[in-house]
Each structure stands twice: as structure tokens, then as C-alpha cells.
């Protein structure tokens, strides 16, 4: 028997279309719950695309389950080819970001983590050389 789906957050979303908006697209979450030893199970739903449906994402632990989940959405937006534009967030930005594979390996995951870190202190020196009221780009 499937249990009922009880989101503990949701995210709205616009579609942007030509610049303007078009349609509301609604992301929620669910907790994630423990199905059985090393198994655990986290819901999610994407109400506005052409599958509502509740998804699921599966890991062995509680958190895992979570980020699965998170990068489901991630991929299912993603995958829509649409536009969004969240509170918050800037046109094309669905708030969702990319995790970095760890089923590579650890090596992978850290190589890749340090290229990550070597871009955002680039980029904070460049603001910081910049000053506040300049553009970077």
C-alpha cells in the first residue's frame, strides 16, 4: 500500500517564455523515510510539467535519499527545456543546483570539487578587484 505523499517544502517556479510568463510550476519534497536496513526512499513531485507524477529517489541513508531527490528535480527541469525563474533566484535559475557525482569515486569527486573551488575564488577576486557597482562577467 503506497503512502499518502506529505511535502515538508515546495518551491514555485515561473515558466518564462519569450521573456514574459507564461505558466506557475510547483516543486515539493517529501521526507525522506527509511524503507528498510540501508534503504531509504524521498519523494518528489513537479506539478505544471506534462508529468505530475510523484517520483521517487532511493539511498542508503536518509541524506542520500534527500539528494537524489534534489538532483531528480534538478534533472527533470532541466530535461523540460523550458526557462524558470524562482524568488530569489534570476532568469534560468531554478535554485535546484548540480551535485557532484560520487559514484565515480572519491578521487573523481574531489578532482572535481577542486576545480569548483578553483573557479569560485576566481571569481571572488575578480569582484573584489571589481568593486560593488561594476558587472563581472
Excluded at 506557475?24 to 524521498?42: N, Y
Excluded at 531528480?72 to 531554478?94: C, P
Excluded at 548540480?98 to 569582484?127: C, W, Y
Aim: net charge neutral.
Amino acid at each position: 500500500m503506497e503512502q499518502k505523499f506529505e511535502p515538508i517544502c515546495e518551491r514555485k517556479l515561473i515558466e518564462i517564455e519569450n521573456g514574459s510568463k507564461k505558466k506557475a510550476v510547483t516543486v515539493r519534497l517529501g521526507r525522506p523515510k527509511k524503507l528498510q536496513k540501508d534503504e531509504w526512499i524521498c519523494t518528489f513531485q513537479i506539478s505544471g510539467l506534462e508529468d505530475s507524477r510523484v517520483q521517487h529517489a532511493y539511498g542508503t541513508d536518509g541524506f542520500q535519499s534527500l539528494i537524489m531527490a534534489l538532483e531528480g528535480i534538478r534533472v527533470a527541469l532541466e530535461k523540460s527545456g523550458k526557462n524558470f525563474l524562482w524568488e530569489g533566484g534570476e532568469k534560468g535559475d531554478t535554485g535546484f543546483p548540480r551535485f557532484v557525482p560520487m559514484f565515480f569515486g572519491l578521487e573523481f569527486s574531489q578532482r572535481i570539487g577542486h576545480l569548483i573551488d578553483q573557479e569560485v575564488n576566481q571569481f571572488s577576486t575578480k569582484a573584489q578587484q571589481s568593486g560593488p557597482s561594476k558587472e563581472l562577467g
